[in-house]
């Protein structure tokens, strides 16, 4: 049982590039959601899903897109890198008979 | 949206208990109390979750008054491994319309 799989684990940018950060559960999971955490920081909330079809806005949702067209993958989508989007991100999931939310590893990424 | 508040760091030593309290005056009646550890490098793991009262499972106990403004996680005769970041969040869980926003969070080192 794999967990939440997150893809790439590093990655460098440059300004202005795009890039689809990958989020993959195997638990039948019906919440996903995006998290970046800046050093020394918590976490902040991207966008969140509670099914197949289904996205809204979190804290930051500004510079990223998401969609959920399978209950198992919500790929979060740079649209054009910014230095502030230099961040680790974390892509999480849960449903009603699971305590609490299942982490990824994260994913670490540099906008140069 | 309940906001929390959280010491910023507490120390203490190996074999003690340590007690992190987390405020939540604007508790809305449908909230529930989870509390979330995280080490470096690493998303964070789910530790325990409760409504009132008290809760305890194998690592921690959760205690939470009968107002519900405030809660306290109890760590028993802590270890070198305790030392992580601890957040108290309060939301509904797997809610449609639940975000699950994490604060900063408790700097927790532990000494030999």
């Known amino acids: 049982n794999a967990g939440v799989t997150q893809t790439p684990k590093f990655q460098v940018l440059k300004t202005g590039q795009s890039m689809t950060l990958q989020c993959a559960q195997d638990m039948n999971h019906e919440y996903m959601s995006w998290y970046r955490q800046d050093p020394g920081m918590g976490l902040r909330l991207i966008h969140y899903?509670?099914?197949?079809?289904?996205?809204d806005q979190g804290e930051v949702p500004n510079g990223y897109n998401v969609s959920r067209s399978t209950t198992e993958d919500f790929p979060l989508r740079l649209l054009s890198a910014a230095p502030s989007q230099t961040s680790v991100y974390f892509c999480?999931?849960?449903?009603?008979?699971?305590?609490?939310?299942?982490f990824g590893s994260g994913t670490r990424l540099t906008v140069v | 949206l309940a906001k929390t508040t959280q010491p910023i760091s507490m120390d203490s030593y190996e074999g003690q208990e340590v007690n992190i309290t987390c405020s939540h005056n604007?508790?809305?009646?449908?909230?529930?109390i989870t509390w979330y550890q995280q080490f470096p490098s690493q998303g964070p793991r789910f530790i325990i979750q409760g409504y009132k009262t008290k809760v305890t499972n194998e690592v921690a106990s959760l205690f939470i008054p009968a107002d519900r403004k405030s809660s306290t996680l109890s760590l028993p005769r802590v270890s070198l491994s305790d030392t992580a970041v601890y957040y108290c969040?309060?939301?509904?869980?797997?809610?449609?319309?639940?975000?699950?926003?994490f604060g900063s969070g408790t700097r927790l080192s532990i000494r030999p």
């Open positions: 969040l309060v939301g509904v869980p797997y809610s449609s319309a639940s975000k699950i926003i």
């Open positions: 899903s509670v099914g197949a079809g289904i996205t």
């Open positions: 999480a999931s849960s449903s009603e008979t699971a305590y609490g939310y299942t």
């Open positions: 604007n508790i809305a009646t449908n909230d529930y």
